[in-house]
């Protein structure tokens, strides 16, 4: 990125076959040619921050309306819609490229248990195929749901679930996620840690960092907030507090320095 005035890193995301961008909290760049700011989601023409942009979801003001944002976090684009984490809303909203406002499909229901399988607390990342079923990391309910498209509620917890902790059936506030050959990994903030964990499996095994513990090796992590995984395997983290990007090659549990540090 040509941007250096962000204090801290918030995520990185792949795209064909190298790294996109290193994504700040207050700049964020999502995808290849999408940002969202002050509630609005944007496209550029190119791959650096841009003055002005063309508006493709949200208004000017936030907002739980259809038409509305409020501080999203993350946009999927699939065909022609985008799968938008509308976080303070606490659901996942899909916005047809081109129209107005978008379509409610997961959460945004306030009330019953805050547990329930049809709400979301504080959602961060949202994975979608070309069906709509989705995989959404609920952060403060500390679990991953499965969400079949067009279904009322998520069907199944696939990670985490079991409250908030340091087990490795459980997670503690994760950040980010992504999905490479049939499991997740999980960046699990407070834990410190990245979790993989294969679909279908009862617990995760640990990935990267250690469990409850920070601090500047490079296999350690100061509160891990995003992740991804490239095409030969290799992942790539977030690692916000200590300002740097690692990536961890197949078999391998010291990381590499690629940004930052």
């Known amino acids: 990125s040509e941007q250096n005035d962000s204090l801290y890193l918030h995520e990185v995301a792949w795209c064909n076959n190298s790294p996109l961008d290193i994504l700040g909290v207050e700049q964020l760049l999502v995808q290849q040619t999408k940002w969202f700011r002050n509630g609005v989601a ?14 493709v979801a949200g208004s000017t003001g936030q907002g739980g309306q259809n038409y509305q944002l409020r501080f999203p976090q993350q946009v999927q684009v699939v065909g022609n819609n985008m799968y938008i984490v509308d976080r303070n809303n606490n659901r996942i909203i899909r916005w047809a490229i081109g129209a107005g406002s978008g379509t409610v499909v997961a959460g945004g229901v306030n009330q019953g248990p805050f547990a329930a399988m049809n709400r979301l607390r504080d959602p961060r990342t949202v994975i979608a195929d070309n069906a709509g079923n989705m995989y959404i990391l609920d952060r403060n309910n500390h679990r991953v749901l499965y969400w079949p498209a067009g279904a009322p509620a998520a069907t199944q917890v696939v990670a985490g679930g079991n409250g908030s902790g340091i087990a490795l059936n459980q997670l503690k506030d994760p950040s980010d996620m992504a999905l490479y050959n049939g499991a997740l990994y999980i960046a699990d903030e407070d834990n410190h840690r990245v979790v993989k964990w294969v679909l ?35 992942v790539y983290v977030v690692d916000m507090e200590n300002n740097r990007v690692l990536r961890f ?13």
């Not at 944007?42 to 508006?55: P, V, W």
């Not at 090659?249 to 540090?261: F, S």
């Open 42 to 55: 944007f496209r550029t023409s190119n791959l650096s921050y841009a003055s002005s942009g063309t508006q």
């Open 200 to 234: 279908g499996e009862a617990q995760g095994t640990l990935f990267a960092g250690q469990s409850g513990i920070t601090g500047d090796s490079y296999d350690l992590f100061n509160n891990p907030v995003g992740i991804d995984v490239d095409s030969d395997g290799s």
């Open 249 to 261: 090659d197949p078999g391998e549990t010291m990381g590499v320095l690629v940004a930052g540090g």
